[in-house]
């Protein structure tokens, strides 16, 4: 009886311990601040070499897409295909029943 008490102390302690430890080897760590986190650079890992980085920052360069990037914007498409024609869209509102309508300003936040 004794025995088992120990064991399930032992292993209830090992499980306790074990999230910090994980805790450890990664990027951010969990906190008692704002934002629930710190974060420390020195413990990340990369698994790409600086060549395939600046490589990718290149890239980026040449096809414009580094100015969005860095300004924290969504880098837009490039290529959007053509787009449907006024008669098309006319031609599917006018096709639309009442509930599509009602869901459709249901989600456009026109209607309740």
């Known amino acids: ?12 302690a090992t499980a306790i311990a074990a999230p910090p430890v994980a805790f450890a080897e990664s990027y951010m760590h969990p906190a008692n601040n704002e934002r629930g986190y710190t974060v420390h650079p020195d413990h ?15 890239a980026a360069r040449a096809d414009g897409s ?12 490039r290529n959007a295909g053509p787009g449907r024609s006024r008669e098309e869209v006319a031609r599917e509102a006018a096709s639309m029943t009442f509930q599509d309508r009602r869901q459709m300003h249901v989600q456009t936040g026109r209607g309740r």
């Open 66 to 77: 580094l100015r969005y990037l860095q300004r924290g914007l969504p880098v837009p498409e």
């Open 1 to 12: 009886m004794i025995v088992k008490t120990l064991l399930g102390i032992g292993a209830l």
């Open 44 to 58: 990340f890992k990369s698994t790409k070499t600086r060549e395939q980085v600046m490589a990718e920052l290149d």
